[in-house]
């Protein structure tokens, strides 16, 4: 998945404490986002992690309904690592790398953050170093992210997020193989927790990250906000991810929540329902449910809704990138899309729907080519995951992943006129 062409852009994570009564405390780590683009086109990458993520979730919906037995001790073997139902999902394409310690003393892992899975795990790249705080469980770890996978044992140890935020007894995959992970350790998950269901033996499922810095009273709510700038060079400082809270100095106004979607399985995500209109009047999705995922690069929609994208902006398939293209007339002419959710617009303008201009090389485009952001997800709609919002329409708006009230937030920033690509 990673691999020497990576493009390697420094931003940094900011971890928030409100614990009353110390105030909040904000911490700067080192984190990259990485351009995995050596084999395949960008589209194909993210349609097939949402192939994945669809997959994972239908599975879920028969465990819901009784018709999967949810049990691993009886099943946890080569055969059940294959199936839908152990898996869980990273993304091949661009990725948001944090140094996270684990032990006492902690040693430095360069973890992948994903919202799309929730097990955390080490071993990938540096091995784990075992220290007094390490306890075997003697359980089994397998998770199969598509492109990748690990297996291993679950240890459990202290993660160290940054000052006071310090985890003891976390749950960890240690890896003894992995594939798919050149140049990371492995991955931070901080997706609901019951994506953790039928990846460790003996368990139902494990408590995230997340989940054990409230449960131990680390943070006064189990929230996690995230805003990014856009990436327009190899040295964009553009990122913060807070626990625990909101940083009202990356965001305008007040922040929109909506509720985790009824429909499955968007709804075992960060899933949401939104209408998307183009221009004044040109519906493309109505009232769909889909999620809100960083893991994601581009912004995928429903065949049909994308079909009815492309005929309004005339944009034609570049066979180089696997994205749509337009000529600077027709740029000129584009409209902005507008997402209602929860009751609020949010517009993605013109700018924001095309790919940084300054990294089109890095996806396969010529110098002077304008790529639009906006892909096709796979699968008509009705599906139950007609769309993803993922980076590029996260780099134009502050997001909440909500766990404590199962709800999601967005809210405008500086970027989201802002013209940067």
């Not at 986002?33 to 086109?41: I, S």
């Not at 297996?151 to 240690?174: A, H, W």
């Not at 499955?264 to 999705?285: A, H, K, N, R």
């Not at 429903?302 to 749509?324: E, I």
């Amino acid at each position: 998945m990673l691999n020497s062409a990576s493009l390697l852009v420094p931003v940094f994570l900011a971890v928030s404490s409100f614990a009353a009564p110390v105030p909040q405390v904000k911490v700067s780590l080192p984190v990259s986002v990485r351009f995995n683009l050596t084999d395949g086109k960008l589209p194909d990458i993210d349609r097939a992690r949402a192939a994945r993520l669809f997959e994972i979730g239908r599975a879920k919906e028969h465990q819901v309904s009784g018709a999967v037995d949810g049990a691993l001790d009886d099943v946890f073997n080569a055969k059940r690592a294959a199936t839908a139902s152990s898996l869980a999902v990273t993304n091949d394409a661009v990725s948001y790398v944090a140094n996270v310690g684990v032990g006492n003393p902690a040693t430095q892992y360069s973890l992948l953050i994903d919202t799309g899975s929730s097990n955390t795990w080490v071993g990938a790249g540096k091995k784990y170093v075992q220290t007094s705080s390490s306890t075997n469980t003697g359980h089994s770890v397998v998770v199969n992210y598509g492109s990748g996978s690990f297996s291993g044992t679950e240890y459990t140890d202290t993660v160290s997020l940054g000052p006071g935020l310090v985890i003891d007894k976390q749950s960890i995959g240690v890896a003894s193989t992995s594939q798919g992970f050149e140049g990371v350790d492995g991955i931070l998950g901080v997706g609901p927790v019951d994506l953790t269901e039928n990846t460790v033996s003996g368990v139902s499922r494990v408590q995230t990250v997340s989940d054990n810095l409230y449960l131990h009273g680390k943070i006064p709510t189990e929230v996690l906000a995230m805003s990014f700038n856009p990436a327009t060079s190899q040295s964009s400082a553009n990122g913060e991810l807070t626990f625990g809270g909101l940083d009202s100095s990356k965001y305008n106004g007040s922040i929109t929540y909506t509720p985790i979607t009824k429909t499955e399985p968007s709804s075992f995500y960060w899933g949401i329902d939104q209408s998307v209109v183009y221009g004044t009047s040109q519906s493309v999705l109505s009232g769909n449910s889909g999620i809100v995922d960083t893991g994601t690069t581009l912004i995928l929609i429903a065949t049909d809704a994308f079909n009815r994208y492309q005929a309004a902006t005339g944009a034609t398939l570049d066979s180089n990138t696997g994205l749509l293209s337009i000529t600077k007339d027709q740029y000129s002419r584009l409209q902005s899309l507008f997402f209602t959710i929860g009751g609020t617009r949010f517009e993605l303008t013109p700018n924001a729907q095309i790919w940084p201009r300054a990294l089109n090389s890095y996806i396969g485009g010529t110098r002077d080519g304008i790529y639009l952001v906006v892909a096709d997800i796979g699968m008509n709609s009705g599906s139950g995951m007609d769309f993803i919002n993922g980076y590029t329409f996260l780099e134009r708006f502050y997001a909440v992943y909500d766990t404590s009230s199962k709800r999601v937030g967005l809210a405008t920033t500086a970027n989201t006129k802002a013209t940067t690509n």
